[in-house]
């Protein structure tokens, strides 16, 4: 059973920022967050990163950001408020801005894996991740699509799913980072189930949703109309939502894409499972582009990051937002809070 817990209680345990790709926005996004840090709901964060390069940023940048060096997680809430408390990941790391390097890869990994420690061990409450390049990462060996799928491994093997959120929406893909060709060859009724009762649990439990009511794309335009445009939606999701809703779960379609996602149709939902990756994050960066957060459901740890990537192209010149690290650290000191609720029952 979780322990209570609201965030800012003195029992809250900070959370965990990982460092990202240093050649990226992460840095710049991490000093402008805690200087905007009474908008990130109230837990103290640290930054799992070298302090010296911070402070090198912060410099060049012109932000008035004090960066300390704390030898464990624990002295964050003491330091948050007069400075950024920063764990040093064991190395000075150098990186020029805008040019990504594959010999950052072990301190970028690190990162997420001193982050990842600490959460799981409970001395932070949550693991907020600040933008990496899967190219970086492939070109020096690392073998998984991406962070994902990395924390899945971790977690211990679990099968975690991506879900978007901002205000007034939460789409999760079916299908992430595959081509379109690859991910309609993956539009499977068992895979479809699976996903949907993985989102109708984190509704619940994650967003306190008693009864979650889902909507389903479909694949095809229109979806199918009734198989003339293609079989996916009468062979595979229509069954699979005949399957969801004999588990008791409120799922419905499956509906058009093109018309789920105005204002008064997300008025009707909870949460949309769709069918691709674009399929989702394309309404979702429409409607919010800077406030989006990535949450991953179906960890045993709370896990958050910004909806956007590295910005190489923007690295060097101070003017990346942080709003939606912002966002990202709220959403997940709100979950974690609500993960130390008490089970329903339980």
Same mark, same amino acid.
């Given at each position: 059973m979780w322990t209570c817990g609201l965030p800012g209680d003195s029992g809250t345990a900070p959370i965990a920022?990982?460092?990202g790709d240093p050649a990226g926005i992460g840095g710049e996004i991490s000093l402008k967050a805690w200087l905007n840090r009474h908008s990130a709901g109230g837990v103290p964060f640290f930054v799992v990163d070298s302090p010296d390069r911070l402070r090198r940023l912060a410099r060049r940048l012109e932000l008035d950001v004090p960066v300390e060096a704390i030898s464990e997680a624990a002295e964050a809430a003491a330091t948050f408020e007069q400075a950024l408390p @920063?764990?040093?990941i064991g190395e000075d790391v150098e990186a020029e801005l805008g040019r990504p390097d594959r010999r950052n890869a072990a301190a970028i990994i690190g990162s997420i894996d001193i982050a990842v420690a600490l959460t799981r061990s409970g001395d932070a409450s949550a693991i907020v991740t600040n933008p990496i390049s899967k190219e970086v990462l492939l070109a020096s060996?690392?073998?998984?699509?991406g962070h994902t799928d990395y924390l899945g491994?971790?977690?211990?093997?679990?099968q975690p799913e991506m879900m978007l959120v901002c205000p007034g929406l939460r789409v999760v893909p079916l299908t992430v980072h595959l081509p379109l060709r690859a991910a309609i060859d993956r @539009?499977?009724?068992e895979a479809i189930v699976a996903t949907g009762m993985r989102l109708a649990k984190?509704?619940?439990y994650d967003f306190g949703i008693a009864q979650p009511r889902i909507v389903v794309t479909g694949l095809n335009p229109h979806a199918g109309e009734n198989g003339t445009m293609g079989r996916e939606e009468v062979d595979e999701i229509a069954p699979a939502i005949a399957d969801l809703r004999e588990r008791g779960i409120d799922a419905r379609g499956p509906h058009a894409a093109d018309s789920l996602f105005h204002a008064e149709a997300r008025r009707r939902y909870d949460a949309a499972l769709c069918m691709y990756?674009?399929?989702?994050l394309i309404p979702l960066k429409t409607i919010d582009f800077d406030g989006g957060v990535n949450f991953t459901i179906g960890l045993p740890f709370v896990r958050t990051s910004p909806d956007h990537g590295t910005a190489f192209d923007i690295a060097a010149a101070g003017i990346a937002r942080e709003s939606s690290l912002l966002a990202a650290l709220d959403l997940a000191g709100k979950i974690a809070a609500r993960r130390r609720q008490p089970i329903r029952g339980g």
């Open positions: 920022l990982t460092m @920063v764990l040093p060996g690392f073998r998984h699509a491994e971790l977690a211990g093997g679990v @539009v499977r009724r984190s509704l619940e990756h674009d399929q989702a």
